[in-house]
């Protein structure tokens, strides 16, 4: 153990030398350097740079008209009535009239919308300026409340299906 131990020590002491030789040599000191001058059209790495503040403001950024627009875009018709006070429609989950205002959608909105005219097909809403006119800036949804057939089930015309069921295979005997 203590020959090992010696061994360890002569190797990491004759390696010191060797170590402190080479970091010994040092370059010249800041006093002995001469300054060397750059001109303003080469790139100085310790001159101070200058930023560039831009004013704009950011392209990406979404109106509240353009979100209102299409929110709306998404939203449905789904009810139409006829009264005589106006005619009324269900606009997603509200229920709008003529001349009234429509609740906001989001929350914070500035932008008002009123209801311009409700027909049995299209919703017209125009958004309220500053001085009260609501005709300008319209938008027109248009809405289709007739019943359709999404899927049509055929039949079952096999005479195994008919002698087992009623209505064409619908409903089954027992």
């Known amino acids: 153990m203590k020959a090992t131990t ?4 002569a190797a990491f002491f004759s390696f010191l030398p060797h170590v402190f030789s080479q ?3 040092v370059g010249p000191m800041p006093d002995e350097r001469k300054a060397i001058a ?3 059209q080469e790139r100085n790495p310790f001159g101070k740079r200058v ?4 004013t704009e403001m950011p392209s990406d950024t979404e109106s509240e008209e353009s ?3 299409s ?5 449905v ?23 009234h205002e429509v609740p906001s959608f989001f929350p914070n909105q500035v932008e008002l919308l009123r ?3 409700i027909s049995p097909s299209q919703v017209e809403l125009g958004f309220v300026e500053k001085d009260g006119t609501h005709a300008t800036r319209v938008i027109n949804l248009s809405f289709d409340l007739r019943p359709a057939v999404r899927y049509k089930l055929t039949p079952t015309t096999t005479a195994e299906a008919a002698a087992t069921s009623e209505f064409g295979g619908v409903i089954r005997k027992k």
Do not use: C, D, M, W
Not at 6 to 9: G, R, S, V
Not at 81 to 97: D, F, H, M, Q, V
């Open 67 to 69: 979100r209102i627009r």
């Open 71 to 75: 929110h709306l875009s998404q939203t």
């Open 77 to 99: 018709v789904s009810g139409y009535r006829t009264a005589p006070e106006g005619n009324k429609a269900l606009l997603g989950s509200y229920l709008i009239t003529v001349g």
């Open 23 to 25: 970091a010994s040599t």
């Open 38 to 40: 750059v001109t303003e």
């Open 51 to 54: 930023t560039k503040v831009t």
């Open 6 to 9: 010696f061994l360890f020590l």
């Open 115 to 117: 209801v311009n005219s």
